[in-house]
């Protein structure tokens, strides 16, 4: 069963594809500052057991950190001991997303190697600056499964040159809240081309709030948007070519 797990709360934003972040409007909603990192009671839940003496996580994936950036500045005193918590349960499967891909290089465990198995990790590039800016470091770095996440997708965005076998999986999701800014459907599309090229794995997540397909624009409500991107029907299995559907 797949859970979550957010050893720390908050984050600053750093790039185009905050201004609208969904914790900052989670935070706003309930009077609290989201640029205000702390530790969260979670954050030992990874060797927390049961009366029962069992996990309480137990199998499948942990979704790490998704309240925050894994690796953010605020947090750098608490991460050894996050990594320490992750190295002592080899049986899950951790899997955290950062847009500052470009400080893991020095804050990796010195025991990292090539890469934990169960540590995947997942790149944030939302317009084709990010990518140029974030992935050429995602692929030097020794990490054993890579995702690239296009959410929020604000532009069309090149990943040919990205694409060579060493990236797991693409994710590309439009904008949600108040203020969204538009997905196009075509920029969904160019990424699925260039995974498809290469037979890499492609998941259409999300319409986003503002989705323009076909010179029309829609406003999705948030409970559709993941249902109308299954509509789709365009994922790529890794290996898998599909005819184009629009």
């Known amino acids: 069963m797949d859970r979550e797990w957010n050893p720390w709360h908050g984050c600053h934003k ?22 205000h990192v702390y530790k969260t009671r979670d954050f030992d839940l990874p060797l927390r057991r049961g009366r029962d003496g069992r996990w309480k996580l137990e199998g499948g994936t942990v979704y790490t950190c998704f309240t ?24 899950l499967r951790f899997f955290f997303i950062t847009k500052r891909i470009l400080r893991l290089a020095s804050l990796l465990p010195d025991d990292w190697g090539e890469g934990w198995e169960n540590v995947a990790i997942g790149c944030t ?9 974030r992935l050429p470091e995602f692929l030097r770095l020794p990490i054993r499964e890579r995702t690239v996440i296009c959410e929020p997708l604000l532009g069309p965005i090149d990943l040919s040159t990205y694409l060579d076998g060493r990236i797991a999986q693409v994710v590309a999701g439009g904008e949600s809240g108040d203020g969204a800014r538009v997905c196009n459907y075509e ?15 492609f998941h259409f997540k999300q319409t986003g709030a503002k989705f323009l397909k076909d010179g029309r624009l829609y406003r999705v ?4 948007q993941l249902s109308q991107a299954r509509k789709a029907n365009i994922d790529l299995a890794a290996g898998e070519l599909y005819t184009e559907t629009t």
């Open 14 to 35: 750093y790039s185009a594809g905050c201004a609208n972040c969904y914790v900052y409007r989670w935070d706003e909603s309930v009077g609290r500052d989201a640029s």
């Open 187 to 201: 920029w969904v599309l160019g990424l699925r081309r260039c995974c498809e090229e290469t037979g890499t794995a």
């Open 68 to 91: 925050s950036d894994f690796l953010v500045e605020e947090a750098d005193a608490w991460r050894a001991e996050a990594f320490a918590m992750m190295r002592a349960r080899p049986d």
């Open 221 to 224: 409500p948030r409970k559709d």
């Open 125 to 133: 590039c939302e317009d084709q600056r990010a990518a140029d800016e």
